[in-house]
Structure formats: structure tokens, C-alpha cells
């Protein structure tokens, strides 16, 4: 087993009685192993859940907020700064600033997900397969498995959202193309 990490966007209102509900069915699965930062306009439950593999992690994750009754949005994976690189990376924030910048390693360094002046979010995903290219740091598959799993469900969200508005003829089409 592995213990995959990532965030589930929910739709608000998320109350007090919704948080109790979901420890209580995060309780009787086992555990709890998520944090709710979410509030009248929704938010993220991040999770650090243990599982077979990055899908069934991320699954059974939706199924416990869905049984607490919290409505799920989206799926991301785990996102980091620059310090979170490199304390993961096993390397010093400054090596990391030079990579970013491009002035060492091999250049094309990822992108940020999130650019904000200070402290932009990383893929980790990204940046541990570009470390492993690059030969540089450590490297850490399961996140690699986590972004594509998670990319994956979100799409699959999105599909289930879309149907839902979709006429009652048209649906089949679409669950076809997903099937």
C-alpha cells in the first residue's frame, strides 16, 4: 500500500453537521484522514489516504464525502512551493530558485500551476518527473501516479456534472465515449 495525497474541491454550503457526518463515516472505514477547509462557499478535503493504488485512493474518497453528504466539485493533486520542492527534493530552496530560473540543471523547469508573486504552486507530479529526467534530487512516483489519476477522476467529474444537464436522449452518446 501506498499513502497517496490530494485535495477534493467541495460545493458549499458545507455546515458543521456535514464535517461531524463525514468523521463518522471516515470512523467507521477505519480512520480519519482528511482535513476540511471548506465553508457557505465550499472548499477542499485533503487527503492523505493509503490504498492499492492512486485511484482507489481517490475514489473511495469521493464515495466517504458523498455518504456524508458533501457534494463533490473537482479533484487536484498536490500542489507545492518552492521550500516543499526542496525539502522533498532533498535539496536546498536555493537549488531549486536556480533550476526555476533555469540558470543550472538542464532548463525546463515546469511551470508553476498556481503563479502568484510569492510563493507559486508546483505539480509535484511535474516536478518529480522532471527531477527523474533530469537525474536531479529525489524522485517520487507516487505523486506521478497521484496527478494522472487525478486528472483522470476530475475529467470523469466533470462528464458526470455535464450529463446531468445533457437531454435525457443525448446521455447515452456520451456514456459511450466514456465507456
Given at each position: 500500500?501506498?499513502?497517496?495525497?490530494?485535495?477534493v474541491g467541495v460545493a458549499g454550503p458545507v455546515?458543521?453537521?456535514?464535517?461531524?457526518?463525514?468523521?463518522g463515516v471516515l470512523s467507521a472505514a477505519g480512520?480519519?484522514?482528511?482535513?476540511?477547509?471548506?465553508?457557505?462557499?465550499?472548499?477542499?478535503?485533503?487527503?492523505?489516504?493509503?490504498?492499492?493504488?492512486?485511484?482507489?485512493?481517490?475514489?473511495?474518497?469521493?464515495?466517504?464525502?458523498?455518504?456524508?453528504?458533501?457534494?463533490?466539485?473537482?479533484?487536484?493533486?498536490?500542489?507545492?512551493?518552492?521550500?516543499?520542492?526542496?525539502?522533498?527534493?532533498?535539496?536546498?530552496?536555493?537549488?531549486?530558485?536556480?533550476?526555476?530560473?533555469?540558470?543550472?540543471?538542464?532548463?525546463?523547469?515546469?511551470?508553476?500551476?498556481?503563479?502568484?508573486?510569492?510563493?507559486?504552486?508546483?505539480?509535484?507530479?511535474?516536478?518529480?518527473?522532471?527531477?527523474?529526467?533530469?537525474?536531479?534530487?529525489?524522485?517520487?512516483?507516487?505523486?506521478?501516479?497521484?496527478?494522472?489519476?487525478?486528472?483522470?477522476?476530475?475529467?470523469?467529474?466533470?462528464?458526470?456534472?455535464?450529463?446531468?444537464?445533457?437531454?435525457?436522449?443525448?446521455?447515452?452518446?456520451?456514456?459511450?465515449?466514456?465507456?
Amino acid at each position: 500500500m501506498n499513502l497517496y495525497w490530494f485535495e477534493v474541491g467541495v460545493a458549499g454550503p458545507v455546515t458543521e453537521d456535514d464535517v461531524e457526518a463525514l468523521g463518522g463515516v471516515l470512523s467507521a472505514a477505519g480512520g480519519i484522514d482528511a482535513t476540511v477547509q471548506a465553508g457557505e462557499r465550499g472548499g477542499i478535503v485533503t487527503f492523505s489516504r493509503e490504498a492499492d493504488d492512486a485511484v482507489q485512493a481517490i475514489v473511495s474518497a469521493i464515495g466517504d464525502l458523498e455518504a456524508a453528504g458533501i457534494s463533490v466539485t473537482d479533484v487536484t493533486e498536490d500542489l507545492v512551493v518552492i521550500e516543499e520542492i526542496a525539502q522533498r527534493a532533498k535539496v536546498t530552496s536555493a537549488a531549486v530558485r536556480y533550476w526555476v530560473s533555469g540558470d543550472r540543471g538542464p532548463g525546463g523547469f515546469p511551470e508553476p500551476a498556481v503563479k502568484r508573486h510569492r510563493a507559486s504552486l508546483y505539480s509535484w507530479a511535474e516536478v518529480s518527473a522532471w527531477l527523474s529526467a533530469a537525474k536531479l534530487g529525489a524522485v517520487d512516483h507516487v505523486a506521478e501516479e497521484t496527478a494522472w489519476a487525478c486528472a483522470l477522476i476530475d475529467a470523469a467529474l466533470t462528464v458526470r456534472r455535464g450529463l446531468r444537464d445533457l437531454p435525457k436522449h443525448d446521455r447515452p452518446l456520451i456514456a459511450r465515449l466514456v465507456a
